[in-house]
C-alpha cells in the first residue's frame, strides 16, 4: 500500500494550491483520510480529515480558506486550499486508515509535500 501525494509548491500569500492524493495497492478498503502539516520547529497537527461517507472536520485554524474532499472511487483525498497565509508553510502529509485483503486497518502516510507561502 502507497500513498502519494503531490500539489505543493511556492506560491504567494493570497494564492491557493490543491494537494492530492491517491492511494494505490489491491484489496484496499480505505476508512479515514486526512491531511496534516508540520511547520519547521513545531509539531504535526491535524488539518482536515474526511470519512468514507464523506463527513468532514477542519481545524480552526485553517475553517473558510481549506476545504477537503475525496473521491473513493480513485481513492483519493484532495486539499483545497484558499487565501494562503506565511504561517500555512509547512510540509503536508496525507493519512488514509486502509484495511487490505481483510488484515487489520493501518495507518498509510504519504511522502509529505512541501507548501511554501511567501509574504
Known amino acids: 500500500v502507497q500513498l502519494q501525494a503531490s500539489g505543493g509548491g511556492l506560491v504567494q500569500a493570497g494564492g491557493s494550491l490543491r494537494l492530492s492524493c491517491a492511494a494505490s495497492?489491491?484489496?484496499?478498503?480505505?476508512?479515514?483520510m486526512g491531511w496534516y502539516r508540520q511547520a519547521p520547529g513545531k509539531q504535526r497537527e491535524t488539518i482536515a480529515t474526511?470519512?468514507?461517507?464523506?463527513?468532514?472536520n477542519v481545524a480552526d485554524s485553517v475553517k473558510g480558506r481549506f476545504t477537503i474532499s475525496r473521491d473513493n472511487f480513485k481513492r483519493a483525498v484532495y486539499l483545497q486550499m484558499n487565501s494562503l497565509k506565511p504561517e500555512d508553510t509547512a510540509v503536508y502529509y496525507c493519512?488514509?486508515?486502509?484495511?487490505?485483503?481483510?488484515?487489520?486497518?493501518?495507518?498509510?502516510w504519504g511522502q509529505g509535500t512541501l507548501v511554501t507561502v511567501s509574504s
Open positions: 493519512h488514509a486508515e486502509i484495511v487490505q485483503y481483510s488484515g487489520p486497518r493501518s495507518d498509510y
Open positions: 495497492g489491491r484489496n484496499l478498503v480505505i476508512g479515514v
Open positions: 474526511t470519512t468514507e461517507l464523506g463527513s468532514t
